[in-house]
């Protein structure tokens, strides 16, 4: 993370614990060095049961400034963590990363943790004697010693590394189960859904054949129905006109046979005539 001003060698990094409502509970001696990128912070001894309230997953926090006159601190960064947290990440030897408001300002590395029964020296928690330190930049240390880990601190219980491990685990397969379960009930609904689109693209297939096979049998109908009109109509036509024609031949023969009546009267006439004469 960022340097300080290197010509205050007197003035170095150091680092403040706060519980969760806050409370700066210890804070650790500013460190004289030259390299101010790469510090192997100083080691602190806390009360847990204080700063964690008997939970050991309840949240505290390390800040981290370089160190400046009349309290005017350039601050590197924040951690948030807990008790167990920090065990944790000594045995798998994960960072933490180190949060400014603008983004990343580095990281830092669980070094040692040790926990023990007996209180701490000093009423503000803050003691030299059981170290607690981390480590800057992300550089690679290995740990010192074994964590020991008491089981039962004042009534606050801390997990050791098996039963961590174990726990991180279990965690690790269940979440390996749920995204199991998971992606299967995915897969089971992306292919129901392909069914469903399949069922309903046959449906919308069979109601558009039935449609135009409905409108083909309209067309038909229609058309025979045409026909038939124009077949009645011609029908008509033709009965019309024979009709007519016997109509016509009917008078033609009716004039006929006055033409002949009126002929033959003539002729009788004609023949009286004669006799009378």
């Not at 926090?61 to 601190?73: I, L, Q, R, V």
């Not at 009534?155 to 991180?168: I, L, M, N, R």
Request: with cysteine.
């Amino acid at each position: 993370f960022s340097t300080a001003d290197e010509a205050q060698v007197n003035n170095g990094p150091f680092y403040m614990v706060s519980d969760d409502d806050g409370e700066v509970v210890a804070e650790s001696e500013p460190l004289n060095m030259q390299d101010h990128t790469k510090p192997l912070w100083a080691p602190l001894s806390l009360a847990i049961p204080t700063i964690c309230k008997g939970d050991n997953d309840t949240k505290i926090y390390f800040t981290f400034f370089n160190w400046g006159p009349d309290e005017k601190h350039n601050f590197l960064g924040m951690v948030e963590t807990s008790t167990n947290e920090l065990v944790r990440r000594k045995v798998s030897g994960e960072l933490f990363t180190l949060q400014l408001e603008t983004g990343v300002s580095g990281k830092v590395k669980v070094s040692d943790v040790y926990f023990s029964n007996e209180k701490p020296s000093s009423s503000t928690a803050i003691s030299q004697e059981q170290p607690m330190p981390v480590e800057g930049n992300g550089e690679t240390l290995e740990a010192k010693t074994e964590s020991s880990v008491d089981k039962s601190i004042n009534g606050g219980k801390v997990t050791s590394p098996e039963e961590e491990e174990a726990t991180k685990k279990a965690a690790e397969e269940k979440e390996a189960e749920a995204a199991r379960k998971a992606a299967e009930e995915e897969a089971a609904r992306v292919a129901a859904e392909e069914q469903a689109q399949i069922a309903a693209e046959e449906a919308a297939r069979k109601a558009a054949e039935e449609e135009a096979a409905r409108i083909a049998a309209e067309e038909e109908a229609a058309k025979k129905a045409a026909e038939e009109e124009v077949a009645r109509v011609a029908a008509e036509e033709e009965a019309a006109r024979k009709t007519a024609e016997e109509e016509a031949a009917r008078k033609a023969a009716e004039e006929e046979a006055r033409k002949t009546a009126a002929e033959e009267a003539a002729r009788v006439a004609a023949e009286e005539e004669a006799a009378r004469v």
